[in-house]
Protein backbone atom coordinates (compact mmCIF):
# COMPACT_ATOMS: atom_id res chain seq x y z
CA UNK A 1 0.00 0.00 0.00
CA UNK A 2 1.34 3.27 -0.55
CA UNK A 3 1.34 5.98 1.83
CA UNK A 4 2.19 8.68 0.08
CA UNK A 5 1.70 9.83 -4.21
CA UNK A 6 3.73 12.43 -5.36
CA UNK A 7 2.00 13.43 -8.83
CA UNK A 8 3.75 15.86 -11.45
CA UNK A 9 2.16 16.09 -14.95
CA UNK A 10 0.36 12.85 -15.79
CA UNK A 11 0.65 11.34 -19.23
CA UNK A 12 -2.98 11.14 -21.17
CA UNK A 13 -5.02 8.35 -20.35
CA UNK A 14 -3.73 7.62 -16.59
CA UNK A 15 -6.61 8.37 -14.34
CA UNK A 16 -5.98 8.15 -10.42
CA UNK A 17 -8.73 7.23 -8.52
CA UNK A 18 -10.25 6.31 -4.58
CA UNK A 19 -7.92 6.36 -1.50
CA UNK A 20 -4.89 5.40 -0.88
CA UNK A 21 -5.22 1.97 -2.87
CA UNK A 22 -7.96 1.85 -6.03
CA UNK A 23 -6.23 2.96 -9.37
CA UNK A 24 -7.45 2.74 -13.00
CA UNK A 25 -5.69 3.21 -16.27
CA UNK A 26 -6.87 3.47 -19.76
CA UNK A 27 -5.99 0.16 -21.95
CA UNK A 28 -4.21 2.46 -24.01
CA UNK A 29 -1.76 3.21 -22.48
CA UNK A 30 1.62 1.32 -23.68
CA UNK A 31 3.36 -1.25 -21.89
CA UNK A 32 5.36 1.18 -19.37
CA UNK A 33 4.74 5.04 -19.00
CA UNK A 34 6.93 7.08 -17.24
CA UNK A 35 5.12 10.04 -15.04
CA UNK A 36 7.13 13.67 -15.59
CA UNK A 37 7.59 13.50 -12.14
CA UNK A 38 10.22 11.05 -12.22
CA UNK A 39 8.72 9.42 -8.90
CA UNK A 40 6.58 6.46 -10.18
CA UNK A 41 6.36 3.86 -13.16
CA UNK A 42 2.61 2.51 -14.52
CA UNK A 43 3.87 -1.06 -15.12
CA UNK A 44 0.93 -2.75 -17.23
CA UNK A 45 2.93 -5.92 -17.80
CA UNK A 46 2.59 -6.64 -14.06
CA UNK A 47 -1.37 -6.10 -14.15
CA UNK A 48 -0.83 -1.97 -14.18
CA UNK A 49 0.55 -1.52 -11.08
CA UNK A 50 2.49 1.33 -9.86
CA UNK A 51 5.92 0.94 -9.10
CA UNK A 52 7.81 4.00 -6.77
CA UNK A 53 11.04 4.57 -8.12
CA UNK A 54 14.03 6.71 -6.14
CA UNK A 55 13.93 10.28 -6.05
CA UNK A 56 15.71 12.39 -9.09
CA UNK A 57 18.19 14.59 -7.71
CA UNK A 58 19.03 17.42 -10.02
CA UNK A 59 22.20 19.74 -9.61
CA UNK A 60 22.50 23.36 -11.49
CA UNK A 61 25.34 23.16 -13.70
CA UNK A 62 25.44 26.53 -15.70
CA UNK A 63 22.97 29.17 -16.51
CA UNK A 64 23.85 31.00 -19.55
CA UNK A 65 21.91 34.58 -21.02
CA UNK A 66 20.79 33.90 -24.58
CA UNK A 67 20.28 36.93 -26.92
CA UNK A 68 16.53 36.96 -28.74
CA UNK A 69 18.53 36.22 -32.14
CA UNK A 70 21.98 35.30 -33.30
CA UNK A 71 24.54 38.14 -32.18
CA UNK A 72 25.94 40.82 -34.57
CA UNK A 73 28.33 39.09 -36.84
CA UNK A 74 27.16 35.33 -35.59
CA UNK A 75 25.40 33.41 -37.99
CA UNK A 76 24.34 31.26 -35.59
CA UNK A 77 25.67 32.08 -31.97
CA UNK A 78 23.05 33.93 -29.45
CA UNK A 79 24.99 33.49 -26.18
CA UNK A 80 28.61 33.03 -24.66
CA UNK A 81 30.27 29.85 -23.93
CA UNK A 82 29.22 28.16 -20.97
CA UNK A 83 30.44 24.76 -19.66
CA UNK A 84 29.14 21.53 -18.80
CA UNK A 85 31.60 19.91 -16.49
CA UNK A 86 32.50 18.59 -12.94
CA UNK A 87 28.93 16.48 -13.38
CA UNK A 88 27.82 14.63 -10.09
CA UNK A 89 28.67 10.77 -10.05
CA UNK A 90 25.53 8.91 -10.95
CA UNK A 91 24.81 11.37 -13.45
CA UNK A 92 22.56 9.86 -16.30
CA UNK A 93 20.76 12.89 -18.30
CA UNK A 94 21.18 16.75 -18.55
CA UNK A 95 17.79 18.75 -18.22
CA UNK A 96 17.58 22.19 -19.87
CA UNK A 97 15.38 25.11 -18.43
CA UNK A 98 13.98 28.22 -20.66
CA UNK A 99 10.85 30.48 -20.59
CA UNK A 100 7.78 28.42 -22.42
CA UNK A 101 8.06 28.70 -26.27
CA UNK A 102 11.50 28.95 -26.77
CA UNK A 103 13.43 26.98 -28.37
CA UNK A 104 17.19 26.49 -29.66
CA UNK A 105 20.09 24.63 -30.47
CA UNK A 106 22.99 24.03 -28.56
CA UNK A 107 26.55 24.22 -30.22
CA UNK A 108 30.58 23.46 -29.52
CA UNK A 109 32.61 26.29 -30.18
CA UNK A 110 35.11 24.29 -31.89
CA UNK A 111 38.67 26.81 -32.40
CA UNK A 112 39.74 26.96 -36.69
CA UNK A 113 36.72 24.74 -37.30
CA UNK A 114 33.03 24.32 -37.62
CA UNK A 115 31.02 24.29 -34.75
CA UNK A 116 28.92 20.91 -34.88
CA UNK A 117 25.15 21.08 -33.45
CA UNK A 118 25.41 19.13 -30.17
CA UNK A 119 21.65 19.48 -29.19
CA UNK A 120 18.28 20.73 -31.75
CA UNK A 121 15.52 21.71 -30.81
CA UNK A 122 16.03 22.37 -27.51
CA UNK A 123 12.88 23.66 -25.19
CA UNK A 124 11.80 24.03 -21.57
CA UNK A 125 12.29 20.24 -19.58
CA UNK A 126 14.14 18.98 -22.53
CA UNK A 127 15.97 15.90 -21.14
CA UNK A 128 19.51 15.10 -23.35
CA UNK A 129 22.23 12.87 -22.49
CA UNK A 130 25.26 14.41 -21.00
CA UNK A 131 28.73 15.17 -23.12
CA UNK A 132 31.14 17.52 -21.54
CA UNK A 133 32.58 20.34 -22.89
CA UNK A 134 33.82 23.90 -21.70
CA UNK A 135 32.73 25.55 -25.05
CA UNK A 136 28.95 24.87 -25.19
CA UNK A 137 26.85 27.83 -26.57
CA UNK A 138 23.33 28.51 -27.56
CA UNK A 139 22.63 29.24 -31.30
CA UNK A 140 19.54 30.11 -33.33
CA UNK A 141 16.79 30.83 -30.49
CA UNK A 142 13.56 30.64 -32.16
CA UNK A 143 10.07 32.41 -30.11
CA UNK A 144 12.35 34.56 -28.35
CA UNK A 145 11.75 38.39 -28.17
CA UNK A 146 14.37 39.67 -25.57
CA UNK A 147 17.07 38.38 -23.49
CA UNK A 148 16.94 35.07 -21.73
CA UNK A 149 18.21 32.53 -19.46
CA UNK A 150 18.94 28.89 -19.93
CA UNK A 151 19.34 26.78 -16.93
CA UNK A 152 21.70 23.70 -17.31
CA UNK A 153 20.76 20.75 -14.44
CA UNK A 154 22.63 17.14 -14.24
CA UNK A 155 19.97 14.44 -13.20
CA UNK A 156 21.62 12.08 -11.17
CA UNK A 157 21.05 8.45 -8.73
Known amino acids: MFKKLVVGALATGIVLTGGSSTFAADQ ?21 QLIPTLAENSRLIATVTSEARPQGGQKNRSSGNFSVESLPSGTYALRWTAPPGIYFNVMRDVSGGKDPV ?3 N ?14 YYIANPSGAFSDFNVSVYA ?3
Open 118 to 120: VFS
Open 122 to 135: VSDGTTTSYPTSRS
Open 28 to 48: SIQSEQKMSSGIIYLDKSKSN
Open 155 to 157: LYK
